[in-house]
C-alpha cells in the first residue's frame, strides 16, 4: 500500500519570497513516481512537476523545484518567488508499480500569498 | 495545448437518480481514468481504464458505478442510483502511457450535488 502524508493544511509566504510545502511517502514499490498537482480555487488540477524514484537529481520545472530525498523517503516542493497567483491548494501524490497505476494523494497544502 | 474536458461542469440531481457523467480525454492518451474529491478532503481513485476495460478499481467503485467508453473520444462515469455521499467533485484523467512516470492530465473536473 502507498501512503502520502502532507503535514501543513495551511501555508502562508509573502509574495517573492520561497517557500516549502512538505510531502513525505511510504511505499513498498521499488521504483516509483511522485508528482505535484496545484488546484486552484475554481477547482481544476493542474500538474507541476515529477520526480522518478531513480533520477539522480531533482526536478525542476521554471519556479518549481522538487526536494526529494529517498532515504528520508520526502518529496518537498519549493516554489522560488512567490506570486499572488500561486495561491492554491497542492497536492502531493505518488504511482507505484504492479498493476495499479492510480495516483495516491496527500490530504493537500493551503497556500497563500500575501501581497 | 490538448487538454482533457469534462461535462456538465455542474450537475445537480435528487438521490436515487442516475447520473452519467462525460470526459474526452486527451486525444492519442491510452489510459483513463476518474477520481472524486469531497469537498475539502484530498482526491481519491475511483476507477482506471484501458484497452476497453477496468484495470483498476477502488472499493469507493461499486456496483452503483460502471465506466464506459462509448465511442472514440468520450469516457464516460454512470452512476446509477446517487445516495446522499455521492456529492462530490468528479475528475477524469487520462494518460499517454501507464509507466509510473507519465504524468495524468485532469480535466477542470465535474461537482455532483446529490439533493
Known amino acids: 500500500a502507498q501512503k502520502i502524508t502532507q503535514t501543513q493544511p495551511g501555508m502562508f509566504v509573502q509574495e517573492k519570497e520561497a517557500v516549502t510545502l512538505d510531502c513525505t511517502y511510504d511505499?513498498?514499490?521499488?521504483?516509483?513516481?511522485l508528482f505535484w498537482y496545484k488546484q486552484p480555487s475554481s477547482g481544476e488540477m493542474i500538474f507541476l512537476i515529477y520526480?522518478?524514484?531513480?533520477?539522480?537529481q531533482n526536478a525542476t520545472e521554471g519556479r518549481y523545484s522538487l526536494n526529494f530525498q529517498k532515504a528520508r523517503k520526502s518529496a518537498n516542493l519549493v516554489i522560488s518567488a512567490s506570486q499572488l497567483g500561486d495561491s492554491a491548494m497542492y497536492f502531493c501524490?505518488?504511482?507505484?508499480?504492479?498493476?495499479?497505476?492510480?495516483?495516491?494523494f496527500g490530504s493537500g497544502t493551503q497556500l497563500t500569498v500575501l501581497p | 495545448e490538448p487538454e482533457v474536458t469534462q461535462t456538465p461542469s455542474h450537475q445537480v440531481t435528487q438521490m436515487g437518480q442516475e447520473v452519467i457523467l462525460r470526459c474526452v480525454p486527451i486525444?492519442?492518451?491510452?489510459?483513463f481514468y476518474w477520481y472524486r474529491q469531497i469537498l475539502g478532503q484530498k482526491v481519491e481513485f475511483l476507477v482506471s481504464?484501458?484497452?476497453?476495460?477496468?484495470?483498476?478499481k477502488s472499493e469507493i467503485f461499486d456496483d452503483q458505478f460502471s465506466v464506459e467508453r462509448p465511442d472514440g473520444s468520450n469516457f464516460t462515469l454512470k452512476i446509477r442510483s446517487t445516495k446522499l455521499e455521492d456529492s462530490a467533485m468528479y475528475f477524469c484523467?487520462?494518460?499517454?502511457?501507464?509507466?509510473?512516470?507519465?504524468?495524468?492530465?485532469f480535466g477542470p473536473g465535474t461537482r455532483l450535488t446529490v439533493l
Open positions: 481504464f484501458y484497452n476497453n476495460e477496468i484495470s483498476e
Open positions: 520526480q522518478g524514484s531513480y533520477d539522480q
Open positions: 511505499t513498498s514499490d521499488p521504483s516509483y513516481g
Open positions: 501524490a505518488m504511482r507505484g508499480t504492479g498493476s495499479a497505476r492510480q495516483l495516491t
Open positions: 486525444s492519442n492518451h491510452l489510459y
Open positions: 484523467a487520462s494518460s499517454s502511457r501507464g509507466g509510473i512516470y507519465n504524468e495524468q492530465f
